[in-house]
């Protein structure tokens, strides 16, 4: 939902680059990696979009500028709120009586509860630079290079938090990354989507989850470009 209104209402600039790279893919009928996507070795024409669909390697690895999208989306407006956690000695050898002493020098105890805000870890500088306050898809592809790695290690374990990260993290979260970069790279190329009411009318609501107070749309069949 964020990822489209992100796209849709506040940054269109990125909307046609997610359209242009979804477009070239259905198009080719292949990824770089080789992968038919057409279930064939030929081209597939744009009168055959409409039937065309994407495979897992095309999701996954042919469509890094809609995955940077779906990523920033999920970093500025994360479902879960906060999670805690105990510490308990079963979960950390290191931990001992007194506790255990973090890096800056604060001590937990024992059967202490920490709590995560998700949201301000996920706009953290160290993290995601200066500017990790703004939707930039792009920072995705600046830091997917072998030099910084490092960097773009703590940018991928720092969003894993979203999901619930560590040991308990959510197992369903590869397939619900897939299914949200399908989702944004299909709905993207076929409709055209404008927002039904005022931007100011909506806002975060924390129920059991964080999500929109509401997102009407109205969408209108898109008609692909000759």
Not at 43 to 67: F, H, Q
Not at 137 to 158: F, G, I, M, Y
Not at 182 to 187: H, L, S
Request: glycine letters at 8%.
């Amino acid at each position: 939902t964020w990822t489209l209104y992100l796209l849709f209402v506040l940054h269109p600039e990125w909307l046609d680059k997610v359209r242009a790279e979804v477009e070239s893919v259905f198009m080719a009928g292949t990824t770089p990696g080789g992968s038919d996507g057409a279930g064939g070795g030929g081209e597939c024409g744009r009168a055959n979009v409409s039937e065309r669909l994407l495979t897992n390697d095309e999701v996954r690895y042919g469509l890094p500028v809609t995955l940077a999208c779906v990523k920033e989306a999920i970093r500025l407006y994360p479902a879960v709120s906060f999670f805690s956690i105990t510490c308990a000695g079963s979960e950390a050898a290191s931990v001992d009586a007194d506790g255990i002493v973090l890096s800056n020098g604060m001590r937990i105890r024992r059967s202490d509860t920490i709590y995560t805000f998700v949201e301000g870890v996920l706009r953290d500088q160290v993290a995601f630079g200066a500017d990790a306050d703004a939707f930039n898809p792009q920072r995705w592809a600046e830091l997917a290079v072998p030099e910084r790695s490092k960097e773009l290690d703590l940018a991928n374990s720092t969003l894993d938090l979203a999901f619930g990260g560590g040991p308990r993290m959510c197992p369903g979260m590869g397939l619900a990354m897939l299914e949200a970069t399908a989702f944004v790279a299909y709905f993207s190329v076929h409709f055209d989507a404008q927002l039904a009411c005022p931007a100011d009318e909506i806002f975060r609501v924390l129920e059991f989850t964080v999500k929109s107070n509401k997102m009407p749309m109205s969408l209108t069949p898109r008609v692909l470009p000759a």
